[in-house]
């Protein structure tokens, strides 16, 4: 089974940035897509960011230009940058690990962004 431990949420003005992080421990084989998802109050869960093994990234256009995906392979991290923060990014922000046959959820951080 594989552990996934998100952090790095918390409380930041609108404009201001936060750092998440996720790691993935278990058995762990393979690490294939990592992902960022949020589900805003009264929203459905939508996918931010999502980064494959090769590197290869993709974003929601609401946070295209703002946000930044990236990970560490030998550490089985993923990061997401988020700069200039709107109150409309305030949600809990999930991370999904796609290691075969697992696909794993942490539990959440929450993202706040208000004045």
């Known amino acids: 089974q594989v552990h996934v431990v998100e952090s790095g949420g918390g409380l930041v003005q609108p404009g201001g940035s936060l750092r998440l992080s996720c790691a993935a421990s278990?058995?762990?084989?393979?690490?294939?897509?990592m992902a960022w998802y949020r589900r805003a109050p009264g929203k459905q869960r939508e996918l931010v960011a999502r980064?494959?093994?090769?590197?290869?990234?993709s974003y929601a256009d609401s946070v295209r230009g703002r946000f930044t995906i990236s990970r560490d392979n030998a550490k089985n991290t993923v990061y997401l940058q988020m700069n200039s923060l709107k109150p409309e990014d305030t949600a809990v922000y999930y991370c999904?690990?796609?290691?075969?046959?697992?696909?794993?959820w942490g539990q959440g951080t929450q993202v706040t962004v208000s004045s």
């Open positions: 999904n690990v796609v290691a075969p046959p697992f696909t794993s």
């Open positions: 278990g058995s762990i084989g393979t690490v294939n897509a």
């Open positions: 980064i494959t093994a090769g590197g290869s990234t």
